[in-house]
């Protein structure tokens, strides 16, 4: 599987370069992911600009992501989402589920917002 990963100070941002994320794929996901956690960052964008397709493994992929960040207080957020990905999204009633942005920026805007958030809650 083909990806980057750029390391924000607040947040991760993975890029999976590939079309589909479907069986072949979902379980290299699902690790990286998981990896990328473990190193400790609390708040990923997972950028899907790139994925035409995804089937319900990738699907279960996403939510082992939202999961794994959810888990400790952080927050997962998928950005970018083309057509065919939201429609499965949508029908699969996961936008009820998942933290889905239109854009980075947007996706960045949910993590500081959940972060300024996560320091109230902290405080009271």
Known sequence: MKYSVDKKEQYVVFTPHEEKLDS??????????????????????????????????????LLV??????EDGGIFVISNPQEHV?????????????????????AAEAIFIHEIKNTSDEEE
């Open 24 to 61: 072949a794929l979902s379980p290299v996901l699902k690790s990286e992911l998981l990896t990328v956690h473990a190193e400790g960052y609390r708040n990923m964008i997972l950028d899907m600009s790139e994925v035409k397709y995804a089937d319900s493994s990738g699907l279960s992929a």
């Open 65 to 70: 992501g939202n999961r794994a960040f959810n």
């Open 86 to 106: 939201m429609k499965l999204i949508k029908i699969s009633m996961l936008d009820k589920v998942l933290n889905v942005a239109d854009s980075h920026e947007e």
